[in-house]
T-cell receptor, first 113, second 112 residues
Framework: ETGVTQSPTHLIKTRGQQVTLRCSSQ?????VSWYQQALGQGPQFIFQ???????GRGNFPPRFSGLQFPNYSSELNVNALELDDSALYLC????????????FGPGTRLLVL | GQQLNQSPQSMFIQEGEDVSMNCTSS?????WLWYKQDPGEGPVLLIA?????ELTSNGRLTAQFGITRKDSFLNISASIPSDVGIYFC????????????FGTGTRLTIIP
């Protein structure tokens, strides 16, 4: 059984660019949640996808968008990057909506210059 | 909105010492979760608590759900080098369970 994987591990972009981050959920998991973790802070919920539909969204602007595919992998897209978007982006998968069973990936560290 | 405050922010201890940290919430919730995050990794669930007053252990870790339902405590006994990391408390939303809210974190450093 493979765990949650994310790609790329590190990324450097400039202001105004667009970025796509990818997440493969753990085998058998149909729910993927994305979190942003700024340096020195706890993760902040961005949104969740359940069976390819968005199921809840945190306090993030519309330029943060996502997708979930039939195999339950997911993408996080961020348009018009800002310096404050620099953070560790974490993906977590779970088998359904029971949050205590979330399994986190290692994250993608994004630096916006 | 829901806020989780953890204390202390950081701890510097010697190997073998016991550790205590806590988390307080601005609201009453039915679940407390404790996670640990190692450098370069995502958080890993350590302990889940579901009932006021509940005391649950996971090896050298013990967590308690406060009776006011607004706080929780995590203790680590006889700390070892691999305990180094950041410890987060977290709570699911009260309705819909669509997200986790994380605390501010306690960074644990072990002095050789």
């Amino acid at each position: 059984e493979t765990g949650v994987t994310q790609s790329p591990t590190h990324l450097i972009k400039t202001r105004g660019q667009q970025v796509t981050l990818r997440c493969s959920s753990q085998s058998g998991h149909n729910t993927v949640s994305w979190y942003q973790q700024a340096l020195g802070q706890g993760p902040q919920f961005i949104f969740q996808y359940y069976r390819e539909e968005e199921n809840g969204r945190g306090n993030f602007p519309p330029r943060f968008s996502g997708l979930q595919f039939p195999n339950y992998s997911s993408e996080l897209n961020v348009n018009a990057l800002e310096l404050d978007d620099s953070a560790l982006y974490l993906c977590a998968s779970s088998a359904g909506l029971a949050q205590e069973t979330q399994y986190f990936g290692p994250g993608t560290r994004l630096l916006v210059l | 909105g829901q806020q989780l405050n953890q204390s202390p922010q950081s701890m510097f201890i010697q190997e073998g010492e016991d550790v205590s940290m806590n988390c307080t919430s601005s609201s009453i919730f039915n679940t407390w979760l404790w996670y640990k995050q190692d450098p370069g990794e995502g958080p890993v669930l350590l302990i889940a608590l579901y009932k006021a007053g509940e005391l649950t252990s996971n090896g050298r870790l013990t967590a308690q759900f406060g009776i006011t339902r607004k706080d929780s405590f995590l203790n680590i006994s006889a700390s070892i080098p691999s305990d180094v990391g950041i410890y987060f408390c977290a709570q699911p939303t009260n309705f819909g369970n669509e997200k986790l809210t994380f605390g501010t974190g306690t960074r644990l450093t072990i002095i050789p």
